[in-house]
């Protein structure tokens, strides 16, 4: 089973980047999905998540109304549309995958991860 995101890089404030992150080895419907991110020396945080239909998205109060999470699960490629980025959106961002919905915004659940993709965010 491999997670592979892919799409970081660095940016300007107020730019926009798009993630993508390939599953193998798993049927992506199958599992709820979620991009998490970790700045240098803070917690990994929640950022968004969406269920394995596609049809309920979530967000985290940070990024509502900039970021955009999809997925093709025809493609087994899940996606964060990433707008108006600020500097405080710097991080490593992770796409993961669980089968365990009910606590969606909480690392723990979550059984597959990927490797991460870096996201900088400068002025």
Do not use: H
């Not at 491999?2 to 798009?18: E, I, K, W, Y």
């Not at 899940?78 to 108006?84: D, H, R, T």
């Not at 690392?107 to 990927?114: D, F, L, S």
Request: proline share 2%.
């Amino acid at each position: 089973v491999q997670l592979q995101a892919f799409g970081g890089g660095l940016v300007q404030t107020g730019g926009s980047l798009r993630l993508s992150c390939a599953a193998s080895g798993l049927t992506l419907s199958s599992y709820g999905m979620g991009w998490f991110r970790q700045a240098p020396g803070k917690e990994r945080e929640f950022v968004a998540a969406i269920r394995r239909s596609g049809g309920s998205t979530y967000y985290a109060d940070s990024v509502k109304g900039r970021f955009s999470i999809s997925r093709d699960n025809a493609k087994n490629t899940l996606y964060l549309e990433m707008n108006s980025l600020k500097i405080e959106d710097t991080a490593v961002y992770y796409c993961a995958a669980t089968t365990l919905w009910s606590e969606y915004y909480s690392p723990r659940p979550y059984n597959y991860w990927g490797q991460g993709t870096l996201v900088t965010v400068s002025s």
